[in-house]
């Protein structure tokens, strides 16, 4: 087989780049670290000791040896496997398979696929799950080992169980609206018809199969029917109507008490979209758990923001997002609302002059611009109409003309910025415009509406123009004091920081909202805000503390931006660890939520 080359890769820092960009050459969609239970699957293997896989030596797995007949098509392959990675070093085992040859992204012929898993955690337990796509068919033994040199890799890798689903098996897909089998927005007996007739094969096909997975275990039976004729005689399936549709938007964000950001996850952009998993965790963040989710609530955060970019999953020419994106995007949106907590959806790192689709406020780029953002709500309303007021819309993040000398700060002088300014206001009311436009709930949705690089000083506040709409949110941006917040220490940040020496920067940032927002009756929402890990942590529990309570005495709600990155400088901003599922800063979490004690 030729595939020694593609696993002579070392786990050194930057091999762990070189290793990322190599999954593009891959025809496998990636793995995802799930904790879906292996007993699903059609076929499994479990061992009475587990397998430990070791540097340099391949393991053979027979399909045969679970039990699946030879003619018998492979859909994916399951691998319940824990993983010890105590060395601290990047870290990602190998599942290759051999197929029919083909030519890989780096132009050679290859009898081989494969993936991986990156792991952060010390020792992490994990089902790795392997698509195998129509065109690359698994026709021999799967062959499991570990990448890199040894030392600078995997320490080691058991093997617990193995299974396959075959046939028509396989993930279903993410439910969009729970019992509509055949996609028409309603559930009534028609589904339950549909349904009927596809497990009885009187039809080969459902419109909608993954509204029909009622016991979430990826295979469509009798169990499923049964559940879908429960939940329409007792209304379980009716849709859920708005809660709250007669608050005004400034007392539905005195619900908000404290928010925090996903961050460099579903934001994140990878050399090359391959998977929704790959370009998860691109940027170096694990892949997103409900048990994250779970923690976050857990520490008293009643919010998660999900930055979310969409530019480089679509189709260049159609502008639809990619399915699975979509379904992955739904699920971790899923896991915030099943917790009962508010998620903020928006777009995110798009703003930009890529090839892929993109916006860009100034009027040479509008037809573009308008046409992308408009492509991209018209979708994400669709998928998420039925969805009550915990799911808020941000229109844009931080819209701004990138690499303009004024790309941060406006010049209320300058012609490019008030084209830009324009630009940006035209472009939140053609995003609010799509959003009412698409009907169920979304008609009296709350929305988020930035500034121009949701910035917060005065010349860009003063050319704010919000449409008229009764149910939208002004957002914010504010690391502030930002020698403080975020400067970089060789520009003059500083870990010094208190009420008397930085305290009236805060206070004069809420009085500008206030000027600007409040008076005229639009709610704040400052949805991005913290201070970078300096070694100074008692400090910045002082200074969350003021500035969640300051921001609360204005009515208004923060969400920390959370980027689990731990280290010490400008940009490390982590909280929660989502690779331990710890608290990194205790005392800052402590002063975040004394902040925020009256709100919510």
Not at 510 to 529: A, C, S, T
Request: proline share 4%; glycine share 8%.
């Amino acid at each position: 087989m030729k595939h020694n080359r593609l696993f002579r890769f070392g786990g050194t820092a930057a091999a762990a780049l070189l290793l990322l960009s190599q999954l593009a050459a891959f025809p496998v969609n990636a793995s995802e670290q799930t904790t879906k239970d292996i007993n699903t699957c059609d076929y499994t293997q479990v061992f009475d000791k587990p397998v430990e896989i070791v540097q340099g030596k391949p393991y053979d797995v027979a399909p045969g040896n679970a039990g699946v007949p030879a003619a018998e098509p492979i859909k994916q392959v399951w691998l319940d496997v824990t993983m010890d990675a105590s060395s601290g070093l990047p870290a990602m085992p190998a599942i290759g398979y051999t197929t029919d040859a083909y030519i890989n992204a780096d132009g050679e012929e290859t009898t081989w696929a494969g993936d991986g898993l990156w792991m952060k955690s010390a020792v992490s337990k994990a089902t790795i799950i392997i698509e195998i796509p129509e065109d690359k068919p698994l026709n021999s033994n799967l062959q499991i080992q570990i990448w890199g040199e040894e030392g600078k890799s995997v320490d080691k890798m058991q093997l617990n169980a193995l299974g396959y689903m075959t046939g028509d098996g396989g993930t279903i897909g993410m439910m969009t609206r729970k019992g509509d089998v055949n996609g028409d927005k309603t559930v009534d007996k028609n589904d339950v018809t549909a349904l009927a007739d596809y497990l009885t094969s009187k039809s080969t096909s459902l419109e909608a199969a993954a509204n029909a997975d009622l016991d979430h275990n990826n295979r469509l039976n009798a169990a499923d029917l049964t559940l879908l004729k429960r939940g329409i005689l007792d209304g379980s399936f009716a849709p859920k109507p708005n809660q709250n549709n007669d608050e005004t938007a400034t007392e539905f964000v005195s619900h908000i008490k404290l928010g925090w950001n996903l961050g460099n996850t579903l934001d994140a952009l990878p050399t090359a979209y391959t998977s929704p998993t790959a370009a998860e965790s691109c940027w170096g963040c694990p892949v997103t758990t409900k048990q994250m989710i779970d923690k976050v609530k857990e520490a008293g955060f009643n919010c998660v923001r999900v930055p979310v970019s969409w530019g480089q999953k679509m189709d260049n020419s159609t502008y639809k997002i990619d399915d699975a994106w979509m379904n992955r995007v739904q699920e971790i949106v899923n896991y915030v609302i099943d917790n009962d907590m508010y998620c903020i959806l928006n777009i995110h790192h798009d703003n930009d002059q890529a090839n892929h689709p993109y916006f860009y406020p100034d009027s040479a780029h509008w037809a573009q611009s308008e046409k992308f953002v408009t492509s991209v709500w018209s979708q994400v309303s669709e998928r998420f109409e039925a969805y009550d007021n915990h799911l808020i819309f941000e229109t844009l993040n931080e819209p701004r003309l990138i690499g303009h000398n004024n790309e941060w700060w406006i010049d209320s002088s300058s012609n490019d910025c008030k084209d830009a300014m324009n630009c940006v206001n035209k472009l939140n009311a053609a995003a609010l415009d799509t959003i009412r436009k698409s009907g169920g709930n979304n008609a009296k949705r709350f929305v988020l509406m930035p500034s121009y690089a949701a910035n917060c000083d005065e010349a860009t506040l003063a050319g704010v123009q919000m449409p008229n709409d009764d149910r939208i949110i002004a957002e914010a941006h504010a690391y502030t004091p930002y020698k403080f917040a975020l400067e970089k220490e060789e520009k003059g940040g500083t870990p010094n920081w208190s009420e008397a020496n930085g305290g009236a920067d805060i206070v004069n940032l809420m009085k500008r909202l206030q000027k600007y927002y409040l008076n005229k009756g639009i709610p704040v929402i400052i949805d991005e805000f913290g201070a970078s890990n300096r070694n100074n942590e008692d400090t910045r529990a002082a200074w969350a503390k003021f500035y969640v309570s300051t921001a609360d005495s204005y009515g208004i709600p923060c969400v920390l931006w959370d980027n689990n990155q731990f280290g010490q400088g400008s940009e490390n901003l982590g909280l929660i660890n989502r690779n331990d599922l710890s608290i990194g800063f205790p005392k800052l979490l402590a002063g975040l939520m004394e902040g925020a004690k009256n709100r919510g």
